[in-house]
């Protein structure tokens, strides 16, 4: 018998480091069962076969939140992400129909002043959300991230409705977007049924999402790299056109829609509904949390993520829709055209009114990449989430099949049959069964940006009555505890407001189908959480803090290690100079 090759693996190397203190032989033979490695067709049908894991030998008397934080830590997840993914999918990933498409109605509603202000106001909201999801995913990369943070220091029946509000709001999303898509295209072909092109981009995103998450990873990098591209030139293009660049002579416009038609289009009531709608339009930013546990070393990768959603926000929803608000009236009649997605797009309008022939095709390009960018996106979000409520036992075991990819397999061909659902796009009902669908997940994202600043409320709670303190942290939220406070403030704000609308809807009598197609989220909810409190007979509201884990799943175990390192990186950082110093805080 041949000696035994064996590896030298570290807890360190795992997070990225190259520090192999405390680290195990592992045997390689064993590792690889002994078999010389597979190739061509072989190894791409083994890839599909279950991935191995070790069984846990969880000790039963632990609670559900200390079984589920073991579970989603061990998890089989591939973890190819790099560095670039993820920062490419926190500068790009939530660009799609909000900013694109969304804002058109949003800037009829309220009025360029509206449509501003209820923009800046939930991105502070957002900025502070994502800040908190970072300083979790940090310290805690698992599985199905802030999905099972609910479950670890709320309440389980909590963590139960919120995993599955937010698994809902993914599954219905790939066929909505998937329409829309094809919808684009009728910019240029207005004879053939939309149907057509639904087949193709349905193939185009099975075909993807079987790359698994390194596919997933470099569409959304080309996907999110030609949106970024795509609003900066819109961004140099505005100002021109403002100053009065327009080749067809518009002249100078400057603040003249401001004054005429004027800066609010329905007083207070419009830009209330703006301030709704804006929160949709920042749907899916917190993805870059999510993929963090499928990311090679989250702890380098996620803060210089989230610090990406400042600029974001900023360059790409402020300045845009500032401009956006500056180049078309609010009473331009085109930016409620409901037959034609692209045409209600204000940027589109932008273009054709400054009499730039070309360019508007090209901006209808841009838009259907975002369209199935978000499609592409929903494969990934749902499927993660299924595979993290499987692993907690909140979910059919079924759903937490991870292949030897590293792919939650049946979470994503799940995904992919409720996709099929874009077919009906040849239905003449098909209007009706989407505006359901939608309805079904209209405020998930209110609940889901909520809920994580609730944990980083309760996480923080927890380390002060157990005697600890944020010194432990690899990357502490930049917000900080005012933020977390400040996001659920407004996530809080917001329900309250959709309900209003929901109630008395702008420009309508109240009426039952439009109280439940703006607020069936809720009931669908509570529906969830009494149902889970039911079956389980758990009465309990919430985690004490002093019982709230806060070690498993931990990355970094040994603390005064931790605390040492912190402490150094600190110290080189004060050492640099002052633009670096900024920049570190930004970027």
């Known amino acids: ?16 480091s190259d520090d ?13 069962d002994s078999q010389p490695p597979l190739k061509g067709w072989a190894k ?3 890839g599909f076969k279950r991935a191995d894991t070790d069984a846990m030998g969880i000790d039963p008397n632990l609670s559900e939140a200390e079984k589920i934080a073991i579970l989603t830590a061990n998890s089989p997840l591939s973890k190819s992400l790099k560095n670039r993914h993820l920062q490419m999918i926190a500068i790009g990933g939530s660009i799609g129909t909000g900013l694109f498409v969304g804002s058109g109605s949003s800037l009829h509603t309220g009025g360029p002043a509206g449509l501003i202000i209820a923009y800046i ?19 805690f990369p698992v ?3 802030f999905v099972t943070y609910n479950t670890r220091f709320i309440d389980p029946s909590w963590g139960f409705a919120m995993a599955w509000n937010y698994a809902m709001q993914w599954l219905v999303v790939l066929p909505l977007e998937l329409v829309a898509a094809a919808v684009t295209i009728k910019f240029w072909d207005t004879t053939t049924n939309s149907a057509a092109f639904v087949v193709i981009f349905y193939v185009l995103i099975i075909a993807i999402n079987f790359f698994g998450v390194r596919g997933y990873g470099e569409a959304e990098f080309i996907f999110s790299a030609i949106k970024v591209t795509a609003v900066i030139g819109f961004i140099i293009l505005g100002i021109v056109l403002a100053a009065g660049g327009s080749p067809n002579g518009r002249g100078y416009i400057g603040g003249k829609y401001w004054q005429h038609p004027g800066a609010f289009a329905n007083g207070v009531k419009g830009v209330i509904t703006v301030f709704v709608g804006a929160a949709f339009a920042f749907a899916g930013t917190e993805l870059v949390g999510l993929a963090s546990a499928e990311s090679s070393n989250p702890r380098k990768s996620l803060p210089k993520a989230c610090k990406q959603v400042f600029w974001r926000i900023t360059l790409f929803y ?19 055209d409901a037959e034609n997605t692209a045409s209600a797009s204000p940027f589109v309008i932008a273009i054709k009114l400054g009499g730039i022939s070309g360019l508007p095709s090209v901006m209808n390009v841009v838009i259907m990449i975002a369209v199935l960018s978000v499609g592409n996106s929903s494969v990934f979000g749902s499927s993660r989430t299924l595979a993290a409520l499987a692993a907690s036992n909140q979910a059919p075991k079924i759903f937490g099949y991870i292949d030897r990819q590293g792919r939650p397999l049946v979470g994503i061909i799940v995904q992919l049959v409720i996709g099929a659902l874009c077919f009906l796009a040849a239905s003449p009902k098909q209007n009706l069964v989407f505006n359901w669908l939608l309805a079904l997940s209209g405020l998930s994202s209110i609940f889901t940006w909520g809920s994580i600043n609730l944990c980083l409320i309760r996480f923080r709670a927890a380390l002060r009555s157990q005697g600890r303190d944020t010194g432990e942290l690899p990357f502490t939220s930049q917000a900080g505890l005012f933020g977390a406070y400040w996001g659920m403030l407004l996530n809080l704000v917001v329900l309250c407001l959709q309900f209003w609308i929901a109630v008395w809807p702008l420009h309508t009598k109240p009426n039952a189908e439009d109280f439940f197609m703006n607020f069936l989220t809720v009931p669908v909810v509570l529906v969830f959480y009494c149902g889970h409190k039911l079956y389980t007979k758990n009465w309990k509201l919430y985690y004490k803090a002093n019982e709230i884990d806060i ?13 040492q390192e912190i402490a150094e990186e600190k110290a080189i950082m004060r050492a640099k100079p002052f633009y670096k110093r900024i920049y570190h805080v930004f970027c």
């Open 1 to 16: 018998m041949p000696e035994k090759e064996l590896n030298y693996i570290t807890s360190r190397e795992i997070a990225g």
């Open 143 to 145: 599985a199905g991230a």
């Open 121 to 139: 106001l939930i991105g502070t909201m957002i900025y502070c959300t994502v800040q908190s999801l970072g300083e979790l995913a940090v310290t």
């Open 318 to 336: 402020v300045i845009c829709l500032t401009l956006v608000g500056i180049l078309v009236p609010y009473d331009n009649t085109d930016l409620f």
């Open 44 to 46: 791409f049908k083994d």
């Open 551 to 563: 070690d498993t799943g931990r990355t970094d175990l040994d603390l005064d290690l931790l605390r």
């Open 20 to 32: 192999k203190e405390g680290g195990v032989y592992i045997d390689a033979f064993d590792a690889q």
